[in-house]
């Protein structure tokens, strides 16, 4: 993933966008940060890059500042005292805690500083608005695929997120949900792989060495776990079509094993969270705006509501083999 212009703060690495065009002399852009939880894996470049792409940015409107939370905690609270200290305007947070990040959005509450939540939830009621998917009905989704294709009875493992993120409880309430419907299925182990493909394989690996051939299913509460499991099943000269597998997010390499028949994977709309976001930031900002993201007709069940609702959900698509080459073709 390339972006435009990076920029060094006391606490982070950002991304900095900042496109004068359109923007006339007489009205400076909005400078809206965005704190992200981490930009290692491809969901959350997705996610930046669609933020990059937003019309509000792309016209000049909006100056846009994408920061590297690092999965730290810390690092986005020293980033949002930098946003503070430096007069941003709003700033949108995907928190890696749901906890520790209200911290965070109390210091810009503070400052008179508006926040939107998008993708992770924080535990906080100072939030102008949320825009997100509902994590409970992905871990359901997710869980029920696995579990249907094991008829409901054997063993699986399960594969959280980072421990103590909105998405890996809420995502664990939904494969509990699931489990609750299948009496003959036995959990054998659940840990977190912090959304990483190499710590799910290397987990995966060493179930696979304790456990043998009683695994029938992998619950990963993300793909690319879900991919880390697939490569220690193939390392270990085990055949995938053996075991049922499933993760979240739609990311491009989960799309193609979805076509190769060897994983379910749900789409999380990662662009349709960062630009209602960044439309709902500007709202906060500017009264008289109007959005200008087109996800707003793509989903018109998400009303706009004047940017005034407490929350917007990003519906999930469920990836077959009927949508996948169209998802796929996005991506190019």
């Known amino acids: 993933m390339t972006f ?4 060094t703060t ?54 846009l500042t994408v920061f590297d939370g690092r999965y730290d905690a810390l690092v986005q609270q020293d980033q949002f005292e930098t946003m503070i200290t430096q007069g941003y305007d709003a700033i949108v947070f995907v928190p890696i805690d749901v906890e520790a990040g209200a911290t965070a959005v109390q210091l810009a509450a503070d400052a008179d500083i ?31 695929s696995v579990l249907d294709d094991m008829n409901c009875e054997g063993a699986v493992v399960i594969i959280e997120g980072p421990i ?23 959990v054998l182990e659940k840990q977190t792989a912090n959304w990483s493909r190499a710590e799910a394989q290397s987990l995966m690996e060493n179930w696979l060495t304790s456990h043998g051939g009683d695994i029938k299913g992998v ?20 055949n995938v ?28 709309d990662g662009a349709a969270q960062a630009q209602g976001a960044i439309d709902v930031a500007v709202k906060a900002v500017k009264p008289d705006y109007e ?13 706009w509501e004047n940017g005034e609702n407490a929350e917007y959900s990003v519906p999930w698509t469920q990836v077959t083999l009927d949508n996948v080459d169209a998802l796929l073709a996005e991506r190019q």
């Open 4 to 7: 435009k212009t990076f920029a």
């Open 10 to 63: 006391a606490s982070a690495l950002a991304l900095t966008v900042s496109l004068a065009t359109g923007a006339t002399a007489q009205e400076e852009p909005l400078k809206i940060g965005a704190a992200v939880y981490g930009l290692n894996a491809e969901f959350m470049q997705l996610w930046a890059a669609a933020a990059e792409q937003h019309p509000a940015v792309t016209s000049g409107l909006v100056d």
């Open 114 to 144: 508006p926040v939107v939540g998008s993708n992770t939830r924080v535990n906080s009621d100072l939030l102008k608005a949320y825009v997100g998917s509902d994590d409970v009905q992905a871990g359901y989704m997710e869980a029920k």
């Open 164 to 186: 103590g993120q909105s998405a890996q409880i809420q995502r664990g309430e939904g494969n509990e949900k699931a489990l609750a419907e299948c009496d003959g299925v036995e």
């Open 219 to 238: 619950i990963a509460q993300n793909d690319e776990m879900a991919l880390g499991a697939i490569e220690a099943i193939k390392a270990a000269g085990m």
């Open 241 to 268: 079509d053996d075991f049922a597998i499933a993760g979240v997010d739609g990311v491009t390499d989960a799309l193609m094993a979805v076509k190769a028949g060897s994983m379910a994977s749900i789409l999380q």
């Open 291 to 303: 959005p200008m993201s087109e996800i707003w007709k793509k989903y018109p069940d998400m009303a």
